[in-house]
Structures are given as structure tokens and as C-alpha cells.
């Protein structure tokens, strides 16, 4: 038997498998020393296809059932071929995963261990949640720019890289979790085309909602329109309703104690200088307040 040991938000996921998992570039940072767990996500070897008894709810290139065990998780290699792997969220501590014998070529990347234990879901338990954003890390805490993909996020993290040394910790996703009554952002072993995919984690001071413009522009947000524009970048499985209410109840609350910016903006050095300013301020507002 194999083990291998990974931790993601600080959710420990210990994997059981017969067959040797190849750890893949992404995933080399989140490899545990400790022998712990959260989460036990065990493979178990199947003949045969097993029936899925339950209603049909997503359907693309993965499907999911509603059954009696729960939502269960049915794998293709591609959308006109036949499934591979089943799994089954048995409780929030055990994912069992069923695979087809000789089917191994699927799921013995480390990489492949994301897609399996569908990583949204397994965040969601520990409420946690996914948010499409790029994440700096400056003078020790977070800020994640978000906006749809296209608008610039990448390019206002590798400014801040440039001209202020900030550290990239993910360039297309971050996990959002509250961890000691502040809400923290984590890098996350899923990048997008970013490449960056860093084991780190911070305190957020800030979520910069990003528009192009013409001028540089901050905006505070309200709640409602801070809450709208987060949503709209979050993954939901909106087929599972305590799934959904979990991400509205968490969003609620981050919008309601993070300092949330629409911010327009140029794709050069001014962009920087421009947030600068406003970060600094309100740093100096929220220290001075915990005096």
C-alpha cells in the first residue's frame, strides 16, 4: 500500500493507493512530512462499472449523482468515452474513489488527486472556497485581484512583482479560508497558465476588483455590490444547495470585514503607486485600531 500525504488550506489529505502516484510539478509544494489527516481519500480497485442508483444533476466533462451516499463523483478520460473512477464522499473525513482495474494511466499523477477528490467540494467542508484571482503576498499579507479572466490580473501582479518585490503566490486561483477570525488566502496547486503554484499563506488585506480603464480609479464597494462581483468569480455547485448556502454565508462575511476596491486601472507602473497609496492608508488605519 502507497501513502502519500498532502496539505491544502491547511486540510491535511492523506492518500491511500495500491499503485504508485507520480508527484507532478504543481503539487511538489503541498506535499506533507507529517502523517496526518483530515481527509482520507482512498482508491479501491473495481471489476466492473458500478450502477449509479441516483439522479443525474451536472453534466460536462465530469458527471455528478445525487444519491443516497451523497453526491458522487463520475470520471471521464473524454466526454464520448466510458467512466473510470466513481467517488464517493462517504463523510467529510473518507472520499472512497472506485476505479476500473488497468485504469491506473488516469489517476497516478498527484495532479490528478485534485480533479478526483473535487477540490472546490472538500474546501467547502472546511468552509473554504475558491476564488479566481491572482494573489500577492506584501508586507506579509494578502491581496487578490479578481476579475474575469482577460481584465488584467496577472499583469497588476507582475507589476507589483517588478516595482515592489511583492511575491506571487498563485497567478489564477486562491483558496479563502477563516482561520483565527481572519479570513486568509492560500496558494493553491491549481494555476491556471500562470505556473506559479506556491505552498504560502496570508492574512487579506485586501480584494481588488478589477476593471480596465482609461485612468486610475479606486472604488469602495458596498457589501451588496462587493458580494455580486465575488460571487460571479467563485466556484459553486449550485446543484447542491448546502454546498451554495455555505459559499453565501462565507461571502457575506467577507465582504462585510475585508476592505473590497473596484479598481480601474492602467496596465503600468502608475496602477501600482496609485493602490499603493490607498493600502498603506488603510494598513495604517487598521493598526492604528488594534492598539
Given at each position: 500500500?502507497?501513502?502519500?500525504?498532502?496539505?491544502?488550506?491547511?486540510?491535511?489529505?492523506?492518500?491511500?493507493?495500491?499503485?504508485?502516484?507520480?508527484?507532478?510539478?504543481?503539487?511538489?509544494?503541498?506535499?506533507?512530512?507529517?502523517?496526518?489527516?483530515?481527509?482520507?481519500?482512498?482508491?479501491?480497485?473495481?471489476?466492473?462499472?458500478?450502477?449509479?442508483?441516483?439522479?443525474?444533476?451536472?453534466?460536462?466533462?465530469?458527471?455528478?449523482?445525487?444519491?443516497?451516499?451523497?453526491?458522487?463523483?463520475?470520471?471521464?478520460?473524454?466526454?464520448?468515452?466510458?467512466?473510470?473512477?466513481?467517488?464517493?464522499?462517504?463523510?467529510?473525513?473518507?472520499?472512497?474513489?472506485?476505479?476500473?482495474?488497468?485504469?491506473?494511466?488516469?489517476?497516478?499523477?498527484?495532479?490528478?488527486?485534485?480533479?478526483?477528490?473535487?477540490?472546490?467540494?472538500?474546501?467547502?467542508?472546511?468552509?473554504?472556497?475558491?476564488?479566481?484571482?491572482?494573489?500577492i503576498k506584501y508586507q506579509d499579507k494578502a491581496i487578490l485581484f479578481t476579475a474575469p479572466s482577460g481584465t488584467g490580473k496577472s499583469t497588476q501582479a507582475d507589476l507589483w512583482e517588478k516595482y515592489e518585490n511583492a511575491e506571487i503566490i498563485n497567478g489564477d486561483r486562491s483558496g479563502i479560508r477563516k482561520m483565527d477570525g481572519k479570513w486568509t488566502a492560500y496558494g493553491l496547486p491549481i494555476?491556471?497558465?500562470?505556473?506559479?503554484?506556491?505552498?504560502?499563506?496570508?492574512?487579506?488585506?485586501?480584494?481588488?476588483?478589477?476593471?480596465?480603464?482609461?485612468?486610475?480609479?479606486?472604488?469602495?464597494?458596498?457589501?451588496?455590490?462587493?458580494?455580486?462581483?465575488?460571487?460571479?468569480?467563485?466556484?459553486?455547485?449550485?446543484?447542491?444547495?448546502?454546498?451554495?448556502?455555505?459559499?453565501?454565508?462565507?461571502?457575506?462575511?467577507?465582504?462585510?470585514?475585508?476592505?473590497?476596491?473596484?479598481?480601474?486601472?492602467?496596465?503600468?507602473?502608475?496602477?501600482?503607486?496609485?493602490?499603493?497609496?490607498?493600502?498603506?492608508?488603510?494598513?495604517?488605519?487598521?493598526?492604528?485600531?488594534?492598539?
Open positions: 500500500m502507497n501513502n502519500y500525504y498532502l496539505k491544502i488550506a491547511d486540510i491535511k489529505i492523506h492518500v491511500k493507493s495500491t499503485f504508485k502516484i507520480n508527484i507532478s510539478m504543481e503539487s511538489e509544494d503541498f506535499i506533507s512530512d507529517y502523517e496526518d489527516e483530515d481527509i482520507l481519500l482512498e482508491y479501491k480497485e473495481v471489476k466492473e462499472s458500478p450502477k449509479m442508483d441516483g439522479k443525474l444533476v451536472y453534466e460536462n466533462i465530469v458527471k455528478f449523482y445525487e444519491t443516497k451516499e451523497g453526491f458522487v463523483h463520475e470520471l471521464y478520460p473524454m466526454p464520448d468515452k466510458n467512466p473510470y473512477a466513481w467517488v464517493t464522499p462517504i463523510n467529510k473525513h473518507y472520499y472512497e474513489v472506485r476505479y476500473l482495474a488497468g485504469e491506473e494511466r488516469y489517476i497516478d499523477y498527484s495532479r490528478n488527486i485534485i480533479d478526483i477528490m473535487n477540490i472546490e467540494q472538500v474546501l467547502n467542508t472546511f468552509n473554504a472556497f475558491i476564488l479566481h484571482s491572482s494573489f494555476a491556471g497558465s500562470s505556473g506559479i503554484y506556491k505552498n504560502k499563506k496570508a492574512e487579506i488585506s485586501h480584494i481588488i476588483i478589477l476593471k480596465q480603464g482609461k485612468e486610475n480609479k479606486l472604488t469602495k464597494l458596498s457589501p451588496r455590490e462587493a458580494f455580486i462581483k465575488l460571487y460571479s468569480e467563485t466556484l459553486v455547485h449550485t446543484w447542491d444547495k448546502e454546498f451554495q448556502e455555505n459559499i453565501i454565508n462565507m461571502i457575506t462575511d467577507v465582504v462585510q470585514n475585508v476592505r473590497i476596491y473596484q479598481y480601474e486601472c492602467l496596465p503600468d507602473k502608475s496602477a501600482v503607486e496609485f493602490l499603493k497609496e490607498q493600502v498603506i492608508k488603510d494598513n495604517e488605519v487598521g493598526n492604528n485600531s488594534n492598539n
